[in-house]
Protein backbone atom coordinates (compact mmCIF):
# COMPACT_ATOMS: atom_id res chain seq x y z
CA UNK A 1 0.00 0.00 0.00
CA UNK A 2 2.80 2.38 0.75
CA UNK A 3 4.36 1.42 -2.47
CA UNK A 4 1.58 2.13 -4.56
CA UNK A 5 0.52 5.60 -2.36
CA UNK A 6 3.91 6.99 -3.32
CA UNK A 7 3.88 5.93 -6.84
CA UNK A 8 0.62 8.11 -6.87
CA UNK A 9 2.04 10.36 -5.00
CA UNK A 10 4.79 11.48 -7.46
CA UNK A 11 2.18 10.92 -10.70
CA UNK A 12 -0.20 13.31 -8.98
CA UNK A 13 2.68 15.77 -8.23
CA UNK A 14 4.24 15.41 -12.16
CA UNK A 15 0.53 15.38 -13.64
CA UNK A 16 -0.07 18.89 -11.83
CA UNK A 17 3.10 20.34 -13.04
CA UNK A 18 2.00 19.68 -16.10
CA UNK A 19 -1.50 20.55 -16.38
CA UNK A 20 -0.02 23.49 -15.18
CA UNK A 21 2.02 23.96 -18.32
CA UNK A 22 -0.61 23.34 -20.58
CA UNK A 23 -3.02 25.80 -19.13
CA UNK A 24 -0.37 28.72 -18.86
CA UNK A 25 0.12 28.15 -22.74
CA UNK A 26 -3.34 28.01 -23.48
CA UNK A 27 -4.62 31.23 -21.73
CA UNK A 28 -0.79 33.16 -23.15
CA UNK A 29 0.15 34.33 -26.36
CA UNK A 30 3.43 32.38 -27.50
CA UNK A 31 5.24 35.30 -26.09
CA UNK A 32 3.57 35.49 -22.98
CA UNK A 33 4.17 31.53 -22.27
CA UNK A 34 8.32 32.56 -23.44
CA UNK A 35 7.73 34.46 -20.32
CA UNK A 36 6.07 32.00 -17.60
CA UNK A 37 8.57 29.21 -19.23
CA UNK A 38 11.50 31.01 -18.23
CA UNK A 39 10.16 31.99 -14.69
CA UNK A 40 9.20 28.08 -14.12
CA UNK A 41 12.82 26.96 -15.51
CA UNK A 42 14.33 29.47 -12.78
CA UNK A 43 11.71 27.84 -10.33
CA UNK A 44 12.46 24.34 -11.47
CA UNK A 45 16.31 24.97 -10.75
CA UNK A 46 15.16 26.49 -6.97
CA UNK A 47 13.05 23.67 -6.45
CA UNK A 48 15.56 21.47 -7.48
CA UNK A 49 18.16 22.94 -5.24
CA UNK A 50 16.01 22.60 -2.64
CA UNK A 51 14.80 19.41 -3.08
CA UNK A 52 18.23 18.23 -3.09
CA UNK A 53 20.14 20.06 0.24
CA UNK A 54 16.56 19.26 1.79
CA UNK A 55 14.47 17.06 1.21
CA UNK A 56 17.30 13.85 -0.32
CA UNK A 57 19.23 14.65 3.00
CA UNK A 58 15.89 14.59 4.90
CA UNK A 59 14.32 11.01 3.63
CA UNK A 60 17.65 9.26 4.90
CA UNK A 61 16.62 9.92 8.02
CA UNK A 62 13.96 7.63 7.83
CA UNK A 63 12.78 5.37 10.56
CA UNK A 64 15.71 7.03 12.61
CA UNK A 65 15.28 8.09 16.44
CA UNK A 66 15.52 12.34 15.31
CA UNK A 67 13.11 11.53 12.15
CA UNK A 68 10.10 13.77 14.07
CA UNK A 69 13.04 16.52 14.37
CA UNK A 70 14.77 16.42 11.64
CA UNK A 71 11.38 16.81 9.86
CA UNK A 72 10.09 19.81 11.86
CA UNK A 73 13.53 21.62 11.52
CA UNK A 74 13.92 20.49 7.57
CA UNK A 75 9.80 22.78 7.39
CA UNK A 76 11.73 25.43 9.79
CA UNK A 77 14.69 26.03 7.33
CA UNK A 78 13.26 25.71 4.16
CA UNK A 79 10.41 28.77 5.60
CA UNK A 80 12.98 30.81 6.86
CA UNK A 81 15.92 30.23 3.69
CA UNK A 82 12.44 30.84 1.24
CA UNK A 83 11.56 33.74 2.85
CA UNK A 84 15.05 35.27 2.56
CA UNK A 85 15.74 34.66 -0.76
CA UNK A 86 12.44 35.32 -2.29
CA UNK A 87 12.45 38.65 -0.51
CA UNK A 88 15.90 38.97 -2.30
CA UNK A 89 14.19 38.12 -5.51
CA UNK A 90 11.48 40.35 -5.15
CA UNK A 91 13.33 43.63 -3.63
CA UNK A 92 16.08 43.10 -6.96
CA UNK A 93 13.48 42.80 -9.58
CA UNK A 94 10.55 45.00 -8.29
CA UNK A 95 11.84 48.04 -10.03
CA UNK A 96 13.61 46.06 -12.91
CA UNK A 97 11.19 46.53 -15.95
CA UNK A 98 10.24 44.15 -18.26
CA UNK A 99 7.72 40.81 -17.83
CA UNK A 100 10.73 38.77 -17.18
CA UNK A 101 11.70 40.87 -14.43
CA UNK A 102 8.35 41.20 -13.73
CA UNK A 103 7.54 37.22 -13.05
CA UNK A 104 10.56 36.82 -11.15
CA UNK A 105 9.66 39.40 -8.92
CA UNK A 106 6.64 37.79 -7.92
CA UNK A 107 8.30 34.20 -7.77
CA UNK A 108 10.42 35.79 -5.14
CA UNK A 109 7.06 36.09 -3.38
CA UNK A 110 5.47 33.25 -3.37
CA UNK A 111 8.84 31.03 -3.60
CA UNK A 112 8.32 30.36 0.56
CA UNK A 113 4.96 28.68 -0.21
CA UNK A 114 5.54 26.87 -2.90
CA UNK A 115 9.10 25.51 -1.52
CA UNK A 116 7.67 24.96 1.84
CA UNK A 117 4.99 22.54 0.31
CA UNK A 118 7.21 20.29 -1.31
CA UNK A 119 9.50 19.42 1.97
CA UNK A 120 6.54 18.90 3.58
CA UNK A 121 5.78 16.26 0.89
CA UNK A 122 9.15 14.65 2.20
CA UNK A 123 8.32 15.10 5.51
CA UNK A 124 5.54 12.36 4.85
CA UNK A 125 8.21 10.28 3.35
CA UNK A 126 10.61 10.57 5.72
CA UNK A 127 7.62 9.60 8.40
CA UNK A 128 6.40 6.84 5.93
CA UNK A 129 3.16 8.36 5.62
CA UNK A 130 2.93 8.67 1.38
CA UNK A 131 -0.66 8.44 1.81
CA UNK A 132 -0.70 11.82 3.90
CA UNK A 133 1.76 13.43 1.11
CA UNK A 134 -0.74 12.02 -1.58
CA UNK A 135 -3.75 13.56 -0.08
CA UNK A 136 -1.70 16.91 0.11
CA UNK A 137 -0.81 16.66 -3.43
CA UNK A 138 -4.21 16.14 -4.33
CA UNK A 139 -5.48 19.49 -2.75
CA UNK A 140 -2.93 20.97 -4.36
CA UNK A 141 -3.84 19.56 -7.97
CA UNK A 142 -7.36 20.79 -7.21
CA UNK A 143 -6.64 23.91 -6.47
CA UNK A 144 -3.92 25.14 -9.07
CA UNK A 145 -5.73 24.22 -12.27
CA UNK A 146 -8.72 25.62 -11.28
CA UNK A 147 -7.47 28.92 -10.14
CA UNK A 148 -5.35 29.43 -13.16
CA UNK A 149 -8.15 28.42 -15.67
CA UNK A 150 -10.25 30.39 -14.80
CA UNK A 151 -7.83 33.33 -15.44
CA UNK A 152 -8.87 35.63 -18.98
CA UNK A 153 -6.77 34.87 -21.63
CA UNK A 154 -3.52 36.93 -22.32
CA UNK A 155 -3.14 37.10 -18.71
CA UNK A 156 0.17 38.97 -17.32
CA UNK A 157 3.02 36.25 -16.67
CA UNK A 158 3.49 37.65 -13.52
CA UNK A 159 -0.32 36.88 -12.52
CA UNK A 160 0.04 33.73 -13.77
CA UNK A 161 3.02 33.25 -11.32
CA UNK A 162 0.90 34.55 -8.38
CA UNK A 163 -1.82 32.44 -8.75
CA UNK A 164 -0.20 29.74 -9.66
CA UNK A 165 1.90 30.13 -6.34
CA UNK A 166 -0.77 31.11 -3.87
CA UNK A 167 -2.93 28.26 -4.69
CA UNK A 168 -0.62 25.61 -3.34
CA UNK A 169 -1.80 27.74 -0.15
CA UNK A 170 -4.53 24.98 0.93
CA UNK A 171 -1.99 22.05 0.41
CA UNK A 172 0.62 23.63 2.61
CA UNK A 173 -2.18 24.28 5.31
CA UNK A 174 -3.48 20.35 4.40
CA UNK A 175 -0.43 19.38 5.62
CA UNK A 176 0.47 21.00 8.47
CA UNK A 177 -2.67 19.98 9.70
CA UNK A 178 -2.10 16.42 8.57
CA UNK A 179 2.10 16.83 10.05
CA UNK A 180 0.96 18.67 13.27
CA UNK A 181 0.48 16.02 15.74
CA UNK A 182 3.25 13.84 14.77
CA UNK A 183 5.47 16.76 15.74
CA UNK A 184 3.91 18.38 18.56
CA UNK A 185 6.51 19.07 21.12
CA UNK A 186 9.76 18.36 19.07
CA UNK A 187 12.40 20.78 18.87
CA UNK A 188 13.41 22.39 15.71
CA UNK A 189 17.26 22.78 14.91
CA UNK A 190 17.25 24.50 11.35
CA UNK A 191 20.58 24.99 11.84
CA UNK A 192 21.89 21.77 11.23
CA UNK A 193 21.66 22.62 7.67
CA UNK A 194 24.51 24.83 8.04
CA UNK A 195 26.88 23.08 9.47
CA UNK A 196 29.56 21.48 8.06
CA UNK A 197 29.48 17.66 6.90
CA UNK A 198 25.48 18.04 5.66
CA UNK A 199 24.86 15.34 2.95
CA UNK A 200 22.68 18.33 1.50
CA UNK A 201 25.57 19.70 0.24
CA UNK A 202 26.75 16.72 -1.77
CA UNK A 203 23.65 16.04 -3.17
CA UNK A 204 22.84 19.83 -4.28
CA UNK A 205 26.71 19.72 -5.67
CA UNK A 206 25.03 16.85 -8.02
CA UNK A 207 22.47 18.50 -8.90
CA UNK A 208 23.87 21.62 -9.97
CA UNK A 209 26.05 19.65 -12.53
CA UNK A 210 23.47 17.22 -13.64
CA UNK A 211 20.41 19.12 -13.49
CA UNK A 212 20.45 22.64 -13.25
CA UNK A 213 23.30 23.33 -15.86
CA UNK A 214 21.11 22.71 -18.70
CA UNK A 215 18.22 24.22 -16.79
CA UNK A 216 20.23 27.24 -16.69
CA UNK A 217 21.17 27.33 -20.10
CA UNK A 218 17.67 27.28 -21.11
CA UNK A 219 17.19 30.45 -19.44
CA UNK A 220 20.70 31.88 -20.46
CA UNK A 221 18.60 31.46 -23.97
CA UNK A 222 15.79 33.39 -22.78
CA UNK A 223 17.54 35.99 -21.31
CA UNK A 224 20.23 36.77 -23.36
CA UNK A 225 18.88 35.71 -27.22
CA UNK A 226 15.38 34.54 -27.77
CA UNK A 227 12.82 34.45 -24.88
CA UNK A 228 10.37 32.61 -27.41
CA UNK A 229 13.56 29.60 -27.73
CA UNK A 230 12.41 28.90 -24.00
CA UNK A 231 8.35 28.58 -24.59
CA UNK A 232 8.99 26.23 -27.18
CA UNK A 233 11.52 23.98 -25.76
CA UNK A 234 9.25 24.16 -22.84
CA UNK A 235 6.09 23.49 -24.52
CA UNK A 236 7.44 20.43 -26.36
CA UNK A 237 8.99 18.99 -23.55
CA UNK A 238 5.65 19.74 -21.05
CA UNK A 239 4.20 17.40 -23.57
CA UNK A 240 5.98 14.67 -22.92
CA UNK A 241 5.96 14.74 -18.81
CA UNK A 242 4.41 11.51 -18.99
CA UNK A 243 7.87 9.84 -19.71
CA UNK A 244 9.45 11.88 -16.85
CA UNK A 245 7.25 10.33 -14.41
CA UNK A 246 8.32 6.52 -15.68
CA UNK A 247 12.20 7.89 -15.48
CA UNK A 248 11.40 8.96 -11.93
CA UNK A 249 9.59 5.82 -10.92
CA UNK A 250 12.53 3.87 -12.61
CA UNK A 251 15.23 5.97 -10.67
CA UNK A 252 13.28 5.59 -6.99
CA UNK A 253 12.21 2.02 -7.00
CA UNK A 254 14.81 -0.20 -9.84
CA UNK A 255 17.72 -0.19 -6.88
CA UNK A 256 15.49 -2.23 -4.34
CA UNK A 257 14.17 -4.34 -7.19
CA UNK A 258 17.46 -4.82 -8.91
CA UNK A 259 18.86 -5.90 -5.93
CA UNK A 260 16.32 -8.71 -5.38
CA UNK A 261 18.93 -10.39 -7.81
CA UNK A 262 21.95 -10.56 -6.90
CA UNK A 263 23.62 -11.84 -10.39
CA UNK A 264 25.71 -9.25 -12.42
CA UNK A 265 24.21 -10.00 -15.71
CA UNK A 266 20.58 -10.58 -14.71
CA UNK A 267 20.68 -7.13 -13.34
CA UNK A 268 22.07 -5.15 -16.43
CA UNK A 269 19.95 -7.33 -18.53
CA UNK A 270 16.98 -5.92 -16.72
CA UNK A 271 18.13 -2.45 -17.21
CA UNK A 272 18.67 -3.01 -20.85
CA UNK A 273 15.43 -3.94 -21.63
CA UNK A 274 14.01 -1.52 -19.70
CA UNK A 275 15.92 1.20 -21.66
CA UNK A 276 14.80 -0.58 -24.93
CA UNK A 277 10.87 -0.39 -24.07
CA UNK A 278 11.36 3.03 -22.49
CA UNK A 279 12.95 4.16 -25.61
CA UNK A 280 10.38 2.91 -28.01
CA UNK A 281 7.53 3.92 -25.68
CA UNK A 282 9.38 7.69 -26.26
CA UNK A 283 9.77 7.00 -29.77
CA UNK A 284 5.67 6.14 -30.18
CA UNK A 285 4.40 8.95 -27.95
CA UNK A 286 6.15 11.66 -30.29
CA UNK A 287 4.89 9.81 -33.05
CA UNK A 288 1.32 10.18 -31.41
CA UNK A 289 1.83 14.17 -30.85
CA UNK A 290 3.28 14.53 -33.93
CA UNK A 291 0.58 12.92 -35.45
CA UNK A 292 -1.80 15.30 -33.72
CA UNK A 293 -3.65 17.74 -35.85
CA UNK A 294 -3.15 21.55 -35.31
CA UNK A 295 -6.85 22.20 -33.98
CA UNK A 296 -6.49 19.69 -30.93
CA UNK A 297 -2.80 21.03 -31.09
CA UNK A 298 -3.69 24.44 -30.05
CA UNK A 299 -6.01 22.94 -27.60
CA UNK A 300 -3.26 21.70 -25.93
CA UNK A 301 -0.67 24.32 -26.09
CA UNK A 302 -2.40 27.54 -27.52
CA UNK A 303 -0.60 29.61 -29.68
CA UNK A 304 3.03 27.92 -28.63
CA UNK A 305 2.06 24.57 -30.74
CA UNK A 306 3.01 25.85 -33.84
CA UNK A 307 6.51 26.39 -32.96
CA UNK A 308 6.86 23.30 -29.86
CA UNK A 309 5.45 20.89 -32.73
CA UNK A 310 8.72 21.38 -34.92
CA UNK A 311 10.33 20.34 -32.35
CA UNK A 312 9.14 17.24 -31.35
CA UNK A 313 11.13 14.85 -33.57
CA UNK A 314 14.00 16.15 -32.00
CA UNK A 315 12.09 16.22 -28.60
CA UNK A 316 11.11 12.59 -28.70
CA UNK A 317 14.69 11.20 -30.08
CA UNK A 318 16.02 12.96 -26.95
CA UNK A 319 13.46 11.37 -24.62
CA UNK A 320 14.63 8.09 -26.22
CA UNK A 321 18.23 8.87 -25.74
CA UNK A 322 17.25 9.73 -22.10
CA UNK A 323 15.73 6.73 -21.21
CA UNK A 324 18.80 4.68 -22.10
CA UNK A 325 20.67 7.24 -20.10
CA UNK A 326 18.79 6.67 -17.11
CA UNK A 327 18.44 3.27 -17.15
CA UNK A 328 22.60 3.29 -17.46
CA UNK A 329 22.80 5.85 -14.44
CA UNK A 330 20.28 3.51 -12.47
CA UNK A 331 22.49 -0.02 -13.12
CA UNK A 332 25.51 1.87 -11.88
CA UNK A 333 23.71 3.45 -8.89
CA UNK A 334 23.50 -0.40 -7.67
CA UNK A 335 27.19 -1.42 -9.01
CA UNK A 336 28.88 1.57 -8.15
CA UNK A 337 27.64 4.84 -6.72
CA UNK A 338 30.12 6.65 -7.12
CA UNK A 339 30.67 6.75 -10.66
CA UNK A 340 27.72 8.26 -11.29
CA UNK A 341 28.79 12.08 -9.99
CA UNK A 342 31.70 12.23 -12.44
CA UNK A 343 29.58 11.23 -15.59
CA UNK A 344 27.21 13.89 -14.29
CA UNK A 345 30.18 16.61 -14.33
CA UNK A 346 31.27 16.21 -17.71
CA UNK A 347 28.30 15.20 -19.81
CA UNK A 348 25.93 18.04 -18.12
CA UNK A 349 29.11 20.52 -19.68
CA UNK A 350 28.96 18.81 -22.95
CA UNK A 351 25.04 18.83 -23.05
CA UNK A 352 25.19 22.97 -21.96
CA UNK A 353 27.60 22.77 -25.16
CA UNK A 354 24.91 21.04 -27.14
CA UNK A 355 22.35 22.90 -26.48
CA UNK A 356 24.33 26.01 -27.12
CA UNK A 357 26.04 24.95 -30.16
CA UNK A 358 23.21 23.82 -31.70
CA UNK A 359 21.19 27.04 -31.34
CA UNK A 360 24.04 29.38 -32.43
CA UNK A 361 24.26 26.75 -36.12
CA UNK A 362 20.26 26.07 -36.19
CA UNK A 363 18.40 28.29 -33.72
CA UNK A 364 15.58 26.73 -31.67
CA UNK A 365 15.35 23.59 -33.89
CA UNK A 366 19.52 23.29 -33.51
CA UNK A 367 18.97 23.67 -29.91
CA UNK A 368 16.62 20.83 -29.14
CA UNK A 369 18.71 18.58 -31.81
CA UNK A 370 21.64 19.77 -29.12
CA UNK A 371 19.92 18.69 -26.51
CA UNK A 372 19.23 15.45 -27.96
CA UNK A 373 23.02 14.75 -28.93
CA UNK A 374 23.72 15.53 -25.45
CA UNK A 375 21.45 13.24 -23.56
CA UNK A 376 22.78 10.61 -26.48
CA UNK A 377 26.44 10.97 -25.32
CA UNK A 378 25.68 11.03 -21.81
CA UNK A 379 23.90 7.55 -22.60
CA UNK A 380 26.70 6.09 -24.39
CA UNK A 381 29.28 6.92 -22.09
CA UNK A 382 27.06 5.69 -19.05
CA UNK A 383 26.64 2.40 -20.68
CA UNK A 384 30.23 1.88 -21.25
CA UNK A 385 31.06 2.78 -17.81
CA UNK A 386 28.89 -0.14 -17.15
CA UNK A 387 30.84 -2.75 -19.58
CA UNK A 388 33.42 -1.77 -18.05
CA UNK A 389 32.31 -2.93 -14.69
CA UNK A 390 31.03 -5.81 -16.02
CA UNK A 391 34.10 -7.08 -17.66
CA UNK A 392 36.10 -6.29 -13.94
CA UNK A 393 33.81 -8.38 -11.86
CA UNK A 394 34.11 -11.20 -13.99
Request: charged content about 10%; aromatic content about 6%; proline content about 5%.
Given at each position: MAIVCSV???GVAALTNILVLVVAARLSTAAGFSVFSLVYAV??????????????????????????GACRSAVVFTAGASAAVGAAMGAALSFV???????????GLVLPVVLTQDTLRYCFSALRLPHHALAADLVRLAAA???LAVQPYGSDPARLVAVWGLSALPAVLTAVALLRPRLRGVPADPWRYLRRGHLGRRFAAEFAVGNASSQLAIVGLGLFA???????????????????????????????????????GRQIRATLALAAALAMLAAAWAA??????????????????????????????????????????LTLRVLSPRTTLPLQ???SLVSVGCLLGGYAVGGVLGAAWGMCVGSALKGCAAWLRVAVLAVARR
Amino acid sequence: MAIVCSVADQGVAALTNILVLVVAARLSTAAGFSVFSLVYAVFTVLLGLSVSYVGQALVLESGGPDVRGACRSAVVFTAGASAAVGAAMGAALSFVPGGTAGGLAVLGLVLPVVLTQDTLRYCFSALRLPHHALAADLVRLAAAVPALAVQPYGSDPARLVAVWGLSALPAVLTAVALLRPRLRGVPADPWRYLRRGHLGRRFAAEFAVGNASSQLAIVGLGLFASPLAVGALRGATTLFGPMNVLFNAATGFGPPLLNRSPVLGRQIRATLALAAALAMLAAAWAAVLYGLPGRLGRQLLGATWESAAELLPATGSQYAAMAAGTCALLTLRVLSPRTTLPLQVVFSLVSVGCLLGGYAVGGVLGAAWGMCVGSALKGCAAWLRVAVLAVARR
